[in-house]
């Protein structure tokens, strides 16, 4: 009961107090839209620069540990994909959208505050490990099969697929924020002393204005759509994907105690705000990925309760 009180619920009860504000009108959508415009643009890419940027590279990026994470995400995304498919007969697009939604966790909003309230600071390199190449690889996955399935019956299109989806991904701002923290990593620069004090002061701000926004924005989100497909998407998210993780990180690398935990952990959040975006761009499963998202973030708090007394 301790982790849950200690642990889980301070990040949830962030998320509450935003969805609360946002019913009880005391924030409008606007306000909600800012703080996240903030968030996502500004203080998180300051945050993934900041962490990258310190980040022991030869240590921090294990092949296990990175083997073990997308094996299981990539694994949700066959799951997710095939039921809708040969199941639930979806369409090419619809299927691609809803696999989308089993592979994308929410690595930075949820994973972080978690791993960070139940094991330290010093415990997030495996997940900032993740987490650099979470958005790039995923995404253009994501748009490369999304496009390939749009594109099956046009002659010709405006611009090459690859130049089309290396500007979607590298205008991110969470994958500028990533690119930089490389960029000073790997160049051994040293940040200017104000500078480096303004990068913390930002970095600070990024989860609690996230996590808060993330409330407000989860308060548009209806249970509706279609319950199975929904149950798919969240049974890959939450059990599938950290399941996979685990049992590649223990048995098949023996990962050591930290990266173990940072790789479970990561994988076993909720369905990323992303996942319905994804969705939104194309148009498609809309419905399914914004209750998908809802639904998994209320679920993540039981099951990531048991994941924590599972590992190590």
Known sequence: MSILIDVILPVFLVIALGYAAARAKLIDDNGIDGIMRFAQNFAL???LFKSIAALDLSNSFQPGLLISFYAGAFSGFAFGFSLSRFVFHRSLAECVALGFACLFSNSLLLGVPITERA????????NFAIISIHAPILYS?????????????????????????????FSQPLVIGIVCGFTVNLSGLPLPVAVAAAVEMMARAGLPAALFGLGGVLLRYHPEGDK?????VCFASLVLHPTVTYVLSRFAFELDTASLRSATLTAAMAPGVNAYMFAHLYGVGRRVAATSVLMGTVLCIPSVWLWLHILP
Do not use: C
């Open 45 to 47: 890419p300051i945050l």
């Open 119 to 126: 094991y330290g600071p010093d415990a997030l390199a495996g």
């Open 141 to 169: 996955f994501g748009i490369m099969l999304m496009e390939w399935v749009r594109a099956r019956d046009t002659v010709a299109r405006s611009q090459p697929l690859a130049v089309m989806i290396l500007r979607r991904v």
């Open 228 to 232: 199975a497909l929904i149950a798919v």
